[in-house]
């Protein structure tokens, strides 16, 4: 279902897996509306009825912006696209090839996945390569009566980007700030592979917090409290996930070690039982291990190529 969350910006449930609260695409009203993630592709046909309900016709849909092309933001795109053949899609200029030819990131997905792909997400049809736009850094898109702006910000994903709402000062940051869902526990770091690296995550928190924005917004799930407090404990808690990280990769570089070692120092637990497998199907230590594995081994071969 959906929800009005700030004046002209629907967020609807894609309820992935069939859970609710765990993973969101936004409608932004405006004479050319706007639709931000498209949920994976397993979800389309949800999408596209709560487009249908809020009065948004076959040609009115101006853009769809992907904040980036994993499968449970934008797996859904070749759907959507079909559906609304006016809409431009939007995504950092690094994504593009792969929305017009998915076939590499469906099988690189599919080695992350594993057997929940087809169960939880599907795979992605491709985009004509007319209807794509790279999204330039701080570029606007113009709505009609109102503006969004784009801003690059790579940690999470290289490729990744958030969307300020000019009108309300809402910012849309996908997987940037962090994973929280309701009884889920507290905000988690997302820093899956394969291009996770902190440093980069951390600046675009910073990049956040300059923006002043008035309100953050989550993918997975909603409206996260008050901005700056919140950026403040998604920078602390990833500054003290990859030391931890970093201290085990140190002892055994392998992910086992690092995951062990996680679940060891900086777990806590949903509040709520039933919600720990939504959290950790979505953004789990597996993954965060992996993703800081990566991190720490590239960060590594830096360290060892300059000092030649
Ligand atoms: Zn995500």
Sequence with gaps: MERLIAPGIWQIDTELGGWTELNAVFLVEGRRPCLIETGPQRDSARVLAALARRGVGAGDLAYVVLTHIHLDHGGGVGEVADQFPQAQVVCHPKGLRHLADPTRLVAAA??????????????????????????????????????????????????????????????????AVGVKVPGGGPLRPAMPPDDFDRDLAINSLHKFAALTPSQLVLTHFGP??????????????MRAWCLVAETAFLEEPSVDHIERALLARVYEPAEDPSRQPVVD?????????????????????QLLQNGQ
């Design 110 to 175: 599919s080695m992350v996945y594993g057997e929940r792909m087809d169960s939880l997400y599907g795979r992605m049809a491709p985009v004509a390569a007319d209807r794509l736009l790279g999204a330039e850094d701080m570029g606007a898109l113009d709505l009609g009566d109102r503006r969004l702006t784009l801003v690059h910000s790579p940690g999470h994903a290289k490729h990744h980007i958030a969307v300020l709402d000019d009108a309300t000062g809402v910012l849309l940051v996908g997987d």
């Design 224 to 237: 996260a409290g008050e901005p700056q407090q919140v950026l403040s404990e998604a920078e602390a808690t």
């Design 281 to 301: 199907t979505l953004n789990g230590f597996t993954s965060n291990a992996a993703g800081m594995h990566g991190w720490l081994l590239r960060d590594r071969q």
